[in-house]
């Protein structure tokens, strides 16, 4: 089965217009057009205006184009998103299956519409409530178009009526059910780790690569960057490194020539190789592989240009 | 809470590897774990399966309970090959739903009947090792009452499931293992389960960090063990196991607790500390594990004895 790889989503509010024109040489895997928090309440018609054309533009270096639309306005903002070019919706503020049901409903009326192919786009999900944690199950299970669910930190701080302090993680358990949950339903978890999730800062390369490393291994598979400085370390913390892959290459050599010999386990280094060790660094390979591979593709539009 | 057995310590080996067999009684464990399953080459599992009846009591000669782990895709095969008198517990490798629980309870008792072993006397070890394995956690707990210790949630198994590095130094597993003890604690079941102690080495022989390992859980109220490398059978005996400290200090509290009978104080504090029921029942609860574990190392060390007679073995074993 081919792997999944959208290790960053940059953010861009659609109003924004340097943003929206540069971020396609930002480098990341994914980029979402933002009709929803990025843009005021006051703009949002005009908003909705200029997703199609930014579109094209967020995508000519290759990234997967998302919209964030706004749950409120669901129905004028999938009519102003989806057009060629889309690979998925972001759908924010989800509580229960019958939401995303709904989203379902009028995307595939939008598709057939303009002529689309059948459930072809994307949904990303945002929970952001105690409810949506607690029936995480039901909602990410509703409809084969969710590829990824993520939480939103900060609103999901308003909800449970806490103010987070940077020190103290208050999502070890949501964050840890997103991960459990999704990794069932076979739906990518994303996310950062504390507090960069909540407190969205201008922080060093080196700090956001340390936490993004933490996330995945936490389980979680990209993270949503609201500022282009986000992508490079993101990207490169979710890519297995040179020496990741030649420690697995090592594993592999040793497994299979322990299995010739007669035993499935065999010590490295102090460790116990056996099946799932060796199960493993075929994931590993496999993720670098796919990762050189996205790469190479986002890479070529660029070079041309 | 229901006596339990004492599963300090165990060793997790492939059978196809003879002297691991053949020496395991001597190192000290409450079980041994016959694998079948990811130390055991594809090429090699039937060869394996059919180790297992005589094995069985190879492993028990130092007074071990013999378990086996099955692997998950061949259930049937294995299952014919290893349920025999002398097995106590039958390892289940990545379960999942609760069917399947079922169905090797069924497999097992038709086994059990027919081959004259006492009804429900092989248990089965749930072994929980991917998400969707915790997302279904309680059901498959309450499957069959042959499961009697539950947890999991860590390994190398849903690492790769979780996609994660094993050996970061911080604590990746907190809600699957936090939902699996909640399940067990629920259904009265013995947890397994260890507190987080940093491994970022991925060592398996490193007594020193076992010791601390089953201290800790120990103080967590969990008191099941085991590993793959001989050096921390002795680390986890010892480190489950109550000091002479702690029973005098369990004995002391008792006594205090029970001067307070007739006085009409339910509670005292001497030397800032409190003594109430709750601490009695505490001291109790130390007194009645250390009385189990000093049993069980009464019974390993006769079974030793006995072997070591039976073989005219002139020299002490060594523990290698």
């Known amino acids: 089965m081919a792997i999944l790889v959208r290790r960053s989503n940059l953010l861009a509010p659609i109003t924004d217009t340097a943003r929206v024109k540069q971020a396609w040489q930002s480098d990341a895997d994914a980029i979402t057009l933002d009709l929803e928090d990025g843009v005021v309440e006051t703009r949002k018609a005009e908003a909705r205006g200029l997703v199609k054309e930014a579109i094209a533009l967020a995508g000519q270096g290759g990234a997967e184009v998302f919209v964030r639309v706004n749950a409120a306005l669901l129905h004028a903002d999938l009519e102003a998103s989806m057009w060629p070019g889309l690979r998925g919706i972001m759908l924010p503020r989800v509580a229960s299956a019958a939401e995303v049901a709904e989203a379902v409903e009028q995307m595939t009326a939008l598709e057939r519409r303009r002529g689309l192919a059948a459930g072809a786009l994307e949904l990303i999900v945002l929970l952001e409530s105690a409810r949506a944690v607690w029936d995480i199950r039901s909602i990410i299970t509703a409809n084969p178009r969710i590829t990824q669910v993520g939480l939103d930190e900060s609103d999901l701080a308003c909800d449970l009526g806490i103010t987070p302090l940077p020190e103290h993680d208050p999502y070890v358990y949501a964050r840890g059910r997103l991960v459990i949950e999704a990794t069932a339903a076979k739906v990518q978890p994303i996310g950062i780790t504390y507090p960069l999730g909540v407190h969205p800062r201008r922080v060093s390369a080196a700090e956001i690569h340390r936490m993004a490393t933490d996330a995945r291994n936490l389980g979680l598979k990209g993270v949503l960057c609201p500022d282009p400085s986000w992508v490079a370390p993101v990207n490169a913390a979710f890519t297995p490194t040179a020496e990741l892959v030649a420690h697995n290459k090592r594993v592999r050599e040793v497994f299979a020539g322990a299995v010739a010999a007669g035993t499935a386990a065999v010590p490295l280094d102090g460790r116990m190789i056996d099946v799932p060790v060796d199960e493993w660094a075929k994931v590993v390979l496999a993720m670098a592989d796919a990762c050189d591979a996205r790469d190479a593709q986002k890479h070529a539009p660029r070079a041309g240009s | ?316 074993p060594t523990l290698a």
């Open chain 2, 1 to 316: 809470m229901a006596a339990h057995q004492v599963r300090r310590s165990g060793l997790t080996m492939p059978v196809v590897t003879r002297r691991f067999v053949d020496h395991a009684w001597r190192r000290g464990c409450d079980f041994i774990n016959l694998d079948l399953e990811d130390s055991v080459p594809q090429h090699l599992k039937a060869h394996a399966r059919g180790l297992i009846k005589d094995a069985i009591p190879v492993v028990r000669k130092g007074g071990a309970e013999a378990f086996t782990r099955i692997n998950h895709d061949y259930v049937h095969a294995d299952l014919e090959a290893i349920v025999w008198p002398g097995l106590s517990k039958v390892n289940y490798p990545k379960a999942e739903s609760a069917e399947e629980i079922r169905l090797l309870d069924d497999v097992i008792t038709r086994l059990e009947r027919e081959r004259g072993i006492r009804p429900g006397t092989v248990e089965i070890g749930a072994n929980i090792e991917t998400a969707t394995g915790v997302a279904a956690a309680y059901d498959i707990a309450l499957a069959s009452p042959r499961v009697k210790e539950f947890g999991g949630g860590t390994g190398y198994d849903m690492s790769r499931d979780l996609g994660v590095e094993m050996f970061v130094g911080f604590e990746q597993f907190a809600y699957g293992k936090g939902e699996l003890e909640l399940a067990a604690r629920a259904l009265g079941l013995q947890v397994r389960a260890a507190p987080f102690v940093a491994n970022t080495t991925g060592s398996v022989s490193d007594a020193d960090r076992a010791l601390r390992e089953a201290q800790a859980a120990r103080k967590c109220g969990f008191r099941l063990g085991g590993g793959l490398n001989p050096a921390v059978v002795e680390p986890q005996n010892r480190g489950f196991t109550p000091t002479a400290e702690e029973v005098e200090d369990a004995r002391w509290v008792l006594e205090r607790h029970r001067e307070l009978a007739g006085t009409g104080d339910t509670w005292i504090v001497i030397d800032g500390r409190v003594i109430d029921r709750y601490e009695a029942a505490r001291a109790r609860d130390t007194l009645e594990w250390a009385a189990l574990c000093t049993e069980r190392d009464r019974e390993k060390a006769e079974a030793v004895l006995r072997t070591r007679a039976a073989m005219a073995e002139p020299t002490p």
